[in-house]
């Protein structure tokens, strides 16, 4: 059987997704990072009183149980991080819409209990692997079912072109019985092997394709969903059996397919009419791709969740469904979608976005007979600590910069402090106890005491005031320095 061996580098982000969600009762966000955990993990963690106090919320049923689950959670984050089995980078901006809308107990307490269930986050595919301790690593890849999808729509593509319908019926739509007639069913797309990975979790925004409002640019933010991503220049390896198929044409139908879509993100103007994606582009990426030419041994495909209706059809047999108006409820068909859904940082902006599933294929080795499921696991386990170590990483400076921040604000507090205060409070400032002020002053340490003694004396009967115990209670001691203070004030 023939192979070949593929490195892919996600040109955007990827949600391949798993059909699960981050459900906001089995995670919190903290600083920038969703720390998700199991129910038992927790539970075992908490102290004897505090499992009592859970299990009493959890028996209860109560309709606002998944608040008050989320509000004891809340209340012990220390232990959700740390029996957290998967750590992932938030946006700034979802941070504060957890903050907002879930961290904010006694405003989830106040609102419908729906606010609290719209904080789904959909979920990637990820590989659970269990490492040495008895525990569980986690790590983000590409679905090998995916990759085979994509690549099957565009061959299915090339065949209908080039020969037909009838012989794409043929060729690629037999069921039952007649399954074997199948020419893909011995194209096989192994799961992706990760060399390199990052996740995080932001905002996936729906924006018009032929129609940009420019006076009133909040009015361009459609929809918008919470969204796990793995991140753009992530790298993985796939092993592909093609068999008697000649995969070289099979590739290049992946560009003859995609190319057209991933260029037209770059357009004003296609189909003589007005495009405006390109208005909500990252820089670097418009900048990066927007002339972008494959070489010999590229191809380029699209997967994942919001590909796009025409990456996921066939030029010259779709048969898109767009929404014409609500109210009433009209509908068309159409070749091509009117929205597309952008990846941002933000819910709130229209600018700095990145398209979803682009992919970009290499041929690294042709007839590899060695499969990469031997090494896979230990080197996702590896991948998967790495990502942990980094995080934990970013975390330590993160706690370094506060830390500093805090320090530098202390200190222009303080030196905004001395710089309002007198000579005279400047002078008691320096002394940590002000009985020990006092004996310099009767033995005769101050600089120029006769000169300030009166003033230095009511600065210090203030202060003792303010602790009756060493002023209106004075005893021993705080009795003769109270005696002492009153006579150069002459009080009687």
């Known amino acids: 059987m023939s192979n070949i061996r593929v490195k892919l580098t996600a040109l955007t982000p990827l949600h391949i997704g798993s059909g699960e969600v981050y459900e906001p009762t089995n995670f919190i966000i903290d600083d920038d990072i969703l720390y998700e955990f199991r129910d038992e993990d927790f539970y075992m963690a908490l102290a004897p009183i505090q499992q009592k106090v859970f299990m009493e919320i959890v028996d209860k049923n109560s309709s606002d149980s998944f608040i008050k689950i ?20 938030v946006t700034s901006d979802l941070q504060k819409a957890y903050n907002n809308k879930v961290g904010n107990i006694s405003q989830i307490e106040s609102k419908n209990i729906r606010v609290f269930n719209q904080f789904e986050i959909q979920k990637i595919q990820r590989k659970q692997i269990k490492t040495q301790a008895d525990g569980y690593a986690h790590t983000g890849y590409i679905v090998g079912s995916s990759l085979k999808g994509a690549i099957s729509t565009a061959y299915q593509e090339f065949i209908y072109k080039k020969d037909g319908a009838n012989a794409l019926k043929e060729k690629f739509q037999s069921v039952g019985k007649e399954m074997d007639r199948n020419i ?11 060399t390199k990975i990052g996740t995080q979790i932001g905002f996936a925004l729906n924006k018009e394709r032929f129609h940009y409002d420019s006076h009133n640019p909040q009015a361009n933010i459609k929809l918008s969903t ?12 796939v092993d592909i059996s093609h068999g008697r198929l000649d995969i070289r044409e099979i590739l290049q139908s992946c560009n003859a397919h995609y190319m057209p879509i991933f260029k037209s993100i770059f357009a004003s103007k296609l189909n003589n009419r007005d495009e405006y994606i390109n208005e909500y582009l990252n820089a670097d990426f418009y900048e990066r791709y927007r002339h972008f030419e ?15 209706a025409r990456a996921v059809t066939i030029e010259g ?3 898109i469904k767009s929404l014409i108006s609500s109210k009433p409820y009209r509908t068309e068909i159409r070749e091509e979608e009117t929205t597309s859904w952008l990846f941002g ?7 700095n976005l990145l398209p979803f599933g682009w992919v970009l294929c290499e041929i690294i080795e042709d007839n590899n007979p060695r499969g990469l499921e031997a090494v896979d696991r230990l080197h996702s386990l590896k991948i998967a600590k ?30 905004a402090e001395l710089n309002a205060m007198s000579p005279i409070q400047r002078l008691i400032d320096n002394y940590d106890d002000i009985a020990i002020l006092i004996n310099d002053m009767k033995d005769g340490k101050i600089e120029e005491f006769e000169s300030i003694k009166v003033q230095l004396a009511k600065e210090i009967k203030v202060i003792l005031e303010k602790e009756p115990r060493t002023w209106e209670n004075a005893k021993q001691k705080a009795l003769k320095r109270k005696e002492y203070i009153e006579g150069i004030l002459n009080i009687k």
């Open 70 to 89: 989320h509000k004891f959670i809340k209340n012990n984050k220390d232990i959700a991080i740390k029996v957290a089995s998967v750590m992932v980078r």
């Open 184 to 194: 893909f069913r011995e194209f096989k797309v192994s799961d992706s092997f990760v």
């Open 226 to 237: 919470y969204i796990e991503v793995i991140d753009r220049d992530s790298t993985f390896e």
């Open 294 to 308: 494959l070489k010999p041994n590229q191809y380029l495909i699209r997967v994942g969740k919001h590909s796009g």
């Open 317 to 319: 047999m779709r048969k």
């Open 345 to 351: 940082e933000s819910d709130k902006i229209n600018s």
């Open 386 to 415: 790495e990502q942990e170590e980094q995080i934990k990483k970013e975390l330590k400076q993160k706690e370094k910069e506060a830390l500093e921040k805090l320090e530098k604000e202390a200190k222009a507090k303080r030196e």
